[in-house]
Protein backbone atom coordinates (compact mmCIF):
# COMPACT_ATOMS: atom_id res chain seq x y z
CA UNK A 1 0.00 0.00 0.00
CA UNK A 2 2.36 2.61 0.80
CA UNK A 3 4.39 1.86 -2.61
CA UNK A 4 1.21 2.44 -4.27
CA UNK A 5 0.67 5.99 -2.50
CA UNK A 6 3.69 7.21 -3.67
CA UNK A 7 3.02 6.15 -7.77
CA UNK A 8 0.00 8.09 -7.33
CA UNK A 9 1.58 11.09 -6.12
CA UNK A 10 4.14 10.97 -8.68
CA UNK A 11 1.31 10.55 -11.21
CA UNK A 12 -0.71 13.17 -9.96
CA UNK A 13 2.24 15.40 -9.92
CA UNK A 14 3.18 14.80 -13.56
CA UNK A 15 -0.38 15.37 -14.78
CA UNK A 16 -0.45 18.73 -13.08
CA UNK A 17 2.85 19.56 -14.53
CA UNK A 18 1.92 18.92 -18.10
CA UNK A 19 -1.55 20.64 -17.88
CA UNK A 20 0.54 23.92 -17.00
CA UNK A 21 3.18 23.25 -19.73
CA UNK A 22 0.28 23.38 -22.18
CA UNK A 23 -1.69 26.07 -21.10
CA UNK A 24 1.66 28.40 -21.11
CA UNK A 25 1.56 27.43 -24.76
CA UNK A 26 -1.60 27.67 -26.08
CA UNK A 27 -2.91 30.74 -28.05
CA UNK A 28 -5.38 32.11 -25.14
CA UNK A 29 -3.07 32.88 -22.92
CA UNK A 30 -1.02 34.47 -25.29
CA UNK A 31 -4.14 36.46 -26.45
CA UNK A 32 -4.96 37.44 -22.46
CA UNK A 33 -1.42 38.86 -22.30
CA UNK A 34 -1.48 40.97 -25.57
CA UNK A 35 -5.23 42.22 -24.33
CA UNK A 36 -3.55 42.78 -21.04
CA UNK A 37 -0.47 44.91 -22.44
CA UNK A 38 -2.84 47.05 -24.64
CA UNK A 39 -4.89 47.78 -21.67
CA UNK A 40 -2.11 48.82 -19.81
CA UNK A 41 -0.82 51.14 -23.25
CA UNK A 42 -4.12 52.83 -23.34
CA UNK A 43 -4.31 53.77 -19.97
CA UNK A 44 -0.56 54.99 -19.81
CA UNK A 45 -1.09 58.94 -19.91
CA UNK A 46 0.38 60.35 -23.19
CA UNK A 47 1.83 64.01 -23.05
CA UNK A 48 3.10 64.38 -26.58
CA UNK A 49 1.78 67.17 -28.84
CA UNK A 50 0.86 67.30 -32.31
CA UNK A 51 1.52 69.50 -35.00
CA UNK A 52 0.94 68.86 -38.65
CA UNK A 53 0.20 71.19 -42.11
CA UNK A 54 -3.03 69.62 -43.46
CA UNK A 55 -3.53 71.54 -46.46
CA UNK A 56 -2.76 74.95 -48.23
CA UNK A 57 -4.87 77.65 -49.78
CA UNK A 58 -3.77 78.64 -53.44
CA UNK A 59 -6.95 81.57 -54.12
CA UNK A 60 -9.78 82.71 -51.85
CA UNK A 61 -12.02 80.29 -52.57
CA UNK A 62 -10.11 77.70 -51.40
CA UNK A 63 -9.06 79.52 -48.27
CA UNK A 64 -13.19 80.34 -47.81
CA UNK A 65 -13.81 76.95 -48.08
CA UNK A 66 -11.51 75.77 -44.74
CA UNK A 67 -12.61 78.72 -43.32
CA UNK A 68 -16.28 77.34 -43.14
CA UNK A 69 -15.02 73.93 -42.58
CA UNK A 70 -12.99 75.40 -39.50
CA UNK A 71 -15.98 77.22 -38.28
CA UNK A 72 -18.57 74.61 -38.66
CA UNK A 73 -20.34 77.51 -41.43
CA UNK A 74 -20.69 79.73 -38.55
CA UNK A 75 -21.22 78.31 -35.28
CA UNK A 76 -18.10 78.32 -33.55
CA UNK A 77 -16.28 81.50 -33.08
CA UNK A 78 -13.00 82.64 -35.11
CA UNK A 79 -10.17 84.65 -33.60
CA UNK A 80 -7.50 86.56 -35.26
CA UNK A 81 -4.13 87.29 -34.59
CA UNK A 82 -5.12 90.30 -32.41
CA UNK A 83 -7.29 88.02 -30.72
CA UNK A 84 -10.37 89.60 -31.69
CA UNK A 85 -13.39 87.05 -31.65
CA UNK A 86 -15.62 86.89 -34.63
CA UNK A 87 -19.06 85.18 -34.38
CA UNK A 88 -21.65 83.66 -36.81
CA UNK A 89 -21.87 84.31 -40.69
CA UNK A 90 -21.18 87.75 -40.47
CA UNK A 91 -18.25 87.05 -38.79
CA UNK A 92 -16.66 84.29 -41.08
CA UNK A 93 -17.31 86.80 -43.81
CA UNK A 94 -15.29 88.91 -42.55
CA UNK A 95 -12.69 86.68 -41.80
CA UNK A 96 -12.41 85.65 -45.29
CA UNK A 97 -12.06 89.89 -46.05
CA UNK A 98 -9.20 90.18 -44.08
CA UNK A 99 -7.85 87.06 -45.22
CA UNK A 100 -7.94 88.44 -48.84
CA UNK A 101 -6.84 91.90 -48.25
CA UNK A 102 -4.56 92.03 -45.65
CA UNK A 103 -0.98 91.84 -46.97
CA UNK A 104 -0.65 90.82 -50.46
CA UNK A 105 -3.87 89.96 -52.09
CA UNK A 106 -4.93 86.78 -52.24
CA UNK A 107 -6.53 85.87 -55.82
CA UNK A 108 -9.02 84.33 -57.21
CA UNK A 109 -9.58 80.52 -58.87
CA UNK A 110 -7.99 80.86 -61.96
CA UNK A 111 -7.28 84.37 -61.87
CA UNK A 112 -3.34 83.91 -61.76
CA UNK A 113 -1.45 81.03 -64.47
CA UNK A 114 0.42 79.57 -62.12
CA UNK A 115 -1.45 79.52 -58.55
CA UNK A 116 0.80 79.80 -54.88
CA UNK A 117 0.56 78.74 -51.18
CA UNK A 118 -1.32 81.84 -49.98
CA UNK A 119 -2.13 80.05 -46.73
CA UNK A 120 -1.29 77.04 -44.69
CA UNK A 121 -3.95 75.26 -42.94
CA UNK A 122 -2.03 73.79 -39.28
CA UNK A 123 -3.73 71.38 -36.66
CA UNK A 124 -2.16 71.68 -33.26
CA UNK A 125 -3.63 68.97 -30.67
CA UNK A 126 -2.26 66.57 -28.15
CA UNK A 127 -1.94 62.83 -28.44
CA UNK A 128 -4.33 60.46 -26.57
CA UNK A 129 -7.34 61.65 -24.52
CA UNK A 130 -6.12 64.76 -23.01
CA UNK A 131 -8.41 67.04 -21.34
CA UNK A 132 -6.48 70.04 -21.95
CA UNK A 133 -8.89 73.50 -21.01
CA UNK A 134 -9.42 75.03 -23.91
CA UNK A 135 -8.65 78.57 -23.13
CA UNK A 136 -5.33 76.74 -22.07
CA UNK A 137 -4.91 74.93 -25.70
CA UNK A 138 -6.04 78.29 -27.34
CA UNK A 139 -3.58 80.30 -25.69
CA UNK A 140 -0.61 78.28 -26.28
CA UNK A 141 -1.46 78.22 -29.89
CA UNK A 142 -1.62 81.93 -29.88
CA UNK A 143 1.63 82.17 -27.82
CA UNK A 144 3.28 79.70 -30.49
CA UNK A 145 2.62 81.48 -33.36
CA UNK A 146 3.20 84.63 -32.23
CA UNK A 147 7.01 83.79 -31.29
CA UNK A 148 7.37 81.96 -34.42
CA UNK A 149 5.61 84.31 -37.07
CA UNK A 150 4.81 88.00 -34.92
CA UNK A 151 4.07 89.56 -38.32
CA UNK A 152 1.85 87.02 -40.26
CA UNK A 153 -2.08 86.89 -40.08
CA UNK A 154 -3.47 83.85 -38.36
CA UNK A 155 -7.01 82.60 -37.79
CA UNK A 156 -7.63 80.08 -34.94
CA UNK A 157 -10.75 78.15 -34.43
CA UNK A 158 -11.25 75.63 -31.64
CA UNK A 159 -13.00 71.96 -31.74
CA UNK A 160 -13.86 70.61 -28.82
CA UNK A 161 -16.58 68.17 -29.97
CA UNK A 162 -14.11 65.47 -30.08
CA UNK A 163 -12.61 62.95 -27.50
CA UNK A 164 -8.99 64.86 -28.44
CA UNK A 165 -9.76 68.63 -28.47
CA UNK A 166 -7.32 70.62 -30.98
CA UNK A 167 -7.22 73.94 -32.89
CA UNK A 168 -7.02 74.86 -36.56
CA UNK A 169 -4.95 77.36 -37.54
CA UNK A 170 -4.78 79.25 -40.55
CA UNK A 171 -1.41 80.58 -41.26
CA UNK A 172 -1.26 84.01 -43.74
CA UNK A 173 2.23 83.09 -45.92
CA UNK A 174 2.89 86.31 -46.34
CA UNK A 175 3.65 88.38 -43.80
CA UNK A 176 2.94 91.80 -45.18
CA UNK A 177 6.69 92.80 -45.49
CA UNK A 178 6.93 91.13 -48.63
CA UNK A 179 8.54 87.83 -47.41
CA UNK A 180 6.87 84.61 -47.40
CA UNK A 181 7.16 81.55 -45.19
CA UNK A 182 8.47 78.12 -46.51
CA UNK A 183 8.45 75.77 -43.49
CA UNK A 184 10.24 72.31 -43.86
CA UNK A 185 10.28 69.35 -41.54
CA UNK A 186 12.81 70.98 -39.27
CA UNK A 187 10.24 73.88 -38.37
CA UNK A 188 7.74 71.58 -37.92
CA UNK A 189 9.97 69.63 -35.24
CA UNK A 190 10.86 73.34 -34.26
CA UNK A 191 6.87 74.28 -33.51
CA UNK A 192 5.94 70.94 -31.90
CA UNK A 193 8.96 71.98 -28.83
CA UNK A 194 7.63 75.68 -28.94
CA UNK A 195 3.67 74.51 -28.25
CA UNK A 196 5.04 71.96 -25.62
CA UNK A 197 7.10 74.67 -24.04
CA UNK A 198 3.70 76.96 -23.95
CA UNK A 199 1.87 74.20 -22.95
CA UNK A 200 3.71 73.46 -19.60
CA UNK A 201 4.13 77.49 -18.73
CA UNK A 202 0.29 77.27 -18.22
CA UNK A 203 0.79 73.96 -16.54
CA UNK A 204 -0.04 71.48 -18.81
CA UNK A 205 2.58 68.69 -18.83
CA UNK A 206 3.46 68.07 -22.66
CA UNK A 207 6.56 67.14 -24.38
CA UNK A 208 7.79 66.92 -28.38
CA UNK A 209 9.66 64.24 -29.37
CA UNK A 210 12.51 64.41 -31.53
CA UNK A 211 12.68 62.71 -34.61
CA UNK A 212 16.46 61.93 -36.27
CA UNK A 213 16.76 62.25 -39.66
CA UNK A 214 16.99 59.16 -41.79
CA UNK A 215 20.61 58.04 -41.87
CA UNK A 216 22.02 58.55 -45.74
CA UNK A 217 23.20 55.70 -47.04
CA UNK A 218 27.02 55.73 -48.14
CA UNK A 219 27.14 57.32 -51.80
CA UNK A 220 28.04 54.56 -53.96
CA UNK A 221 31.15 54.98 -55.96
CA UNK A 222 31.03 56.42 -59.26
CA UNK A 223 32.68 54.73 -62.32
CA UNK A 224 36.40 55.65 -63.08
CA UNK A 225 36.92 57.43 -59.42
CA UNK A 226 39.32 56.70 -56.78
CA UNK A 227 40.08 57.46 -53.17
CA UNK A 228 43.32 59.94 -53.50
CA UNK A 229 45.53 58.73 -50.70
CA UNK A 230 48.49 61.38 -50.82
CA UNK A 231 49.44 63.58 -53.52
CA UNK A 232 52.42 66.24 -53.97
CA UNK A 233 56.04 66.99 -55.47
CA UNK A 234 58.51 64.54 -55.84
CA UNK A 235 61.25 63.66 -57.46
CA UNK A 236 59.86 61.80 -61.09
CA UNK A 237 58.67 58.15 -59.62
CA UNK A 238 60.58 59.02 -55.99
CA UNK A 239 63.90 58.26 -57.81
CA UNK A 240 66.30 60.83 -56.45
CA UNK A 241 68.14 61.03 -59.83
CA UNK A 242 65.36 62.47 -61.74
CA UNK A 243 63.64 65.92 -61.90
CA UNK A 244 61.68 67.30 -59.51
CA UNK A 245 57.78 66.59 -60.56
CA UNK A 246 54.25 66.53 -59.05
CA UNK A 247 51.97 63.43 -58.33
CA UNK A 248 48.62 62.27 -57.26
CA UNK A 249 48.33 58.53 -55.30
CA UNK A 250 44.69 56.57 -55.59
CA UNK A 251 43.64 53.31 -54.89
CA UNK A 252 41.74 51.37 -56.59
CA UNK A 253 38.53 49.57 -56.48
CA UNK A 254 41.01 45.77 -56.16
CA UNK A 255 42.93 48.02 -53.41
CA UNK A 256 46.12 48.85 -55.46
CA UNK A 257 48.20 51.81 -54.98
CA UNK A 258 48.25 53.90 -58.59
CA UNK A 259 50.61 57.17 -59.56
CA UNK A 260 49.81 59.72 -62.33
CA UNK A 261 52.97 62.09 -62.54
CA UNK A 262 52.60 65.66 -64.13
CA UNK A 263 53.61 68.81 -63.20
CA UNK A 264 50.02 70.17 -64.53
CA UNK A 265 48.75 68.16 -61.79
CA UNK A 266 49.90 70.56 -59.21
CA UNK A 267 47.39 73.42 -60.95
CA UNK A 268 44.38 70.82 -60.84
CA UNK A 269 44.86 70.22 -57.40
CA UNK A 270 45.22 73.56 -56.28
CA UNK A 271 42.16 74.99 -58.35
CA UNK A 272 39.81 72.25 -57.03
CA UNK A 273 40.78 72.47 -53.60
CA UNK A 274 41.09 68.40 -53.99
CA UNK A 275 41.32 66.92 -50.35
CA UNK A 276 43.27 63.07 -49.25
CA UNK A 277 40.30 60.58 -48.80
CA UNK A 278 38.13 62.52 -51.88
CA UNK A 279 36.87 60.18 -55.05
CA UNK A 280 37.85 61.41 -58.06
CA UNK A 281 38.94 61.25 -61.87
CA UNK A 282 41.57 62.53 -64.00
CA UNK A 283 42.35 62.51 -67.32
CA UNK A 284 44.06 64.39 -69.77
CA UNK A 285 41.46 66.52 -71.56
CA UNK A 286 43.37 69.05 -73.90
CA UNK A 287 46.97 69.77 -75.11
CA UNK A 288 48.65 73.18 -75.93
CA UNK A 289 51.74 74.16 -78.10
CA UNK A 290 54.46 75.12 -76.44
CA UNK A 291 58.12 75.51 -76.99
CA UNK A 292 61.28 73.78 -75.23
CA UNK A 293 65.06 74.25 -75.37
CA UNK A 294 66.99 71.22 -75.06
CA UNK A 295 70.85 70.10 -75.66
CA UNK A 296 71.77 67.69 -78.45
CA UNK A 297 75.08 66.28 -79.35
CA UNK A 298 76.70 66.53 -82.19
CA UNK A 299 79.23 64.35 -84.10
CA UNK A 300 81.94 66.18 -83.77
CA UNK A 301 81.19 65.76 -79.98
CA UNK A 302 79.85 69.18 -79.44
CA UNK A 303 76.75 70.17 -77.73
CA UNK A 304 74.51 72.38 -79.41
CA UNK A 305 70.87 73.81 -77.99
CA UNK A 306 67.45 73.20 -80.35
CA UNK A 307 63.98 74.25 -79.78
CA UNK A 308 61.58 71.86 -79.85
CA UNK A 309 58.01 72.44 -80.39
CA UNK A 310 56.23 70.23 -78.80
CA UNK A 311 52.63 70.33 -76.80
CA UNK A 312 51.79 70.21 -72.67
CA UNK A 313 49.25 68.05 -71.58
CA UNK A 314 46.60 69.72 -69.51
CA UNK A 315 44.96 67.82 -67.10
CA UNK A 316 41.29 68.11 -65.68
CA UNK A 317 39.54 66.09 -63.00
CA UNK A 318 35.69 65.15 -61.73
CA UNK A 319 35.31 65.14 -57.74
CA UNK A 320 32.37 62.55 -56.36
CA UNK A 321 29.80 64.72 -54.53
CA UNK A 322 30.73 68.14 -55.07
CA UNK A 323 31.95 68.75 -58.61
CA UNK A 324 31.07 66.02 -60.91
CA UNK A 325 31.50 66.23 -64.76
CA UNK A 326 31.97 64.29 -67.98
CA UNK A 327 35.47 64.14 -69.38
CA UNK A 328 36.30 63.81 -72.69
CA UNK A 329 40.20 62.39 -72.73
CA UNK A 330 42.12 62.74 -75.75
CA UNK A 331 45.17 60.34 -76.81
CA UNK A 332 48.21 61.52 -76.33
CA UNK A 333 50.90 61.20 -79.47
CA UNK A 334 54.31 60.15 -77.69
CA UNK A 335 56.52 61.43 -80.42
CA UNK A 336 56.91 64.78 -80.41
CA UNK A 337 56.94 67.24 -82.76
CA UNK A 338 59.93 69.57 -83.66
CA UNK A 339 61.27 71.54 -85.93
CA UNK A 340 64.89 73.73 -85.43
CA UNK A 341 64.97 77.35 -85.08
CA UNK A 342 68.31 78.29 -86.75
CA UNK A 343 68.56 81.69 -85.15
CA UNK A 344 68.58 80.18 -81.84
CA UNK A 345 71.10 77.67 -82.57
CA UNK A 346 75.06 78.13 -82.71
CA UNK A 347 76.91 75.77 -85.16
CA UNK A 348 74.05 73.45 -85.85
CA UNK A 349 74.73 70.83 -88.11
CA UNK A 350 72.03 71.05 -91.15
CA UNK A 351 73.32 68.23 -92.70
CA UNK A 352 71.80 65.33 -90.32
CA UNK A 353 68.65 64.15 -91.72
CA UNK A 354 65.23 64.38 -90.55
CA UNK A 355 63.80 61.29 -89.02
CA UNK A 356 60.30 62.82 -89.33
CA UNK A 357 60.29 63.12 -93.09
CA UNK A 358 63.69 61.20 -93.67
CA UNK A 359 65.08 64.08 -95.65
CA UNK A 360 68.50 66.50 -95.78
CA UNK A 361 68.63 69.76 -94.82
CA UNK A 362 71.50 70.78 -97.19
CA UNK A 363 70.48 74.84 -97.30
CA UNK A 364 67.97 77.33 -96.30
CA UNK A 365 65.12 76.53 -99.10
CA UNK A 366 65.03 72.62 -98.29
CA UNK A 367 64.60 74.07 -94.54
CA UNK A 368 61.92 75.90 -95.15
CA UNK A 369 60.01 73.40 -96.98
CA UNK A 370 60.39 70.84 -94.08
CA UNK A 371 58.72 73.56 -91.52
CA UNK A 372 56.14 74.31 -93.97
CA UNK A 373 55.00 70.34 -93.67
CA UNK A 374 55.31 70.84 -89.90
CA UNK A 375 53.06 73.55 -89.77
CA UNK A 376 50.24 71.88 -91.69
CA UNK A 377 50.48 68.94 -89.37
CA UNK A 378 50.71 71.29 -86.15
CA UNK A 379 47.27 73.28 -87.61
CA UNK A 380 45.40 69.12 -88.36
Known amino acids: MRVKNILDDILKA ?21 ENTRKQNVNRKNTEVLVKITSSGK ?3 SVGNHVDYISRNGKLDLITSDEIVYQGKEGRNEIKKILKDEGEVIPHKNENKKEKRETLNIVFSMKGNNNVPEDKMKKAVFDTMKRLYPNNLLVVALH ?21 INPKKSDLQNWRVEFSKSL ?13 PKQIETQEQKAHHYKITSFGLAPYQFNQDEKESYYIQYETTKGEKVEIWSKDLERVVKENNIQVGEFARFAITRQEPVSVTVKQKQKDGSVIEIKKDTYKSLWDCSIQGRKEQKLNPIKVDRKAQYSLKNENVKGADLSRTDKKDDRKIVDKSTKKEVKKDQEKEFER
Open 14 to 34: KRRYIKVENNAKSTYQHKNKF
Open 160 to 180: NDTNNPHCHVVLKVDNGLGKR
Open 200 to 212: NSLGIEATARTYK
Open 59 to 61: NIE
